[in-house]
């Protein structure tokens, strides 16, 4: 069972990076909180994440965390990043 919450659109941090991102937290019923995060194709570029890793990123209100980057979703001109708290096995 996922619980979806708004949206939200501002500024995060990227692997140290600020780019500005369209943001949807989810909590999953047993196994962490995912945030799909969509930025420009450009942004995510330049930041230059890699899927299956782990990536440190701000969050509002200047949280920071270690999420794990399930994969990402490439709809020109933006991209959704897949984040998750949860271990990825």
Known sequence: MTTMTAG?????????RRVYA???HEKMHGAGQRWRVRVSL???ESVGLHPFSWVRVGL????????YFAG???????VWLDLCSCEPW
């Open 22 to 24: 369209y943001i949807v």
């Open 42 to 44: 450009d942004d995510y």
């Open 8 to 16: 939200a659109v501002g500024a995060v941090s990227l692997g140290g």
């Open 60 to 67: 509002h209100g200047g949280r920071e965390a270690v999420l």
């Open 72 to 78: 990402v979703d490439e709809e020109p001109p933006a």
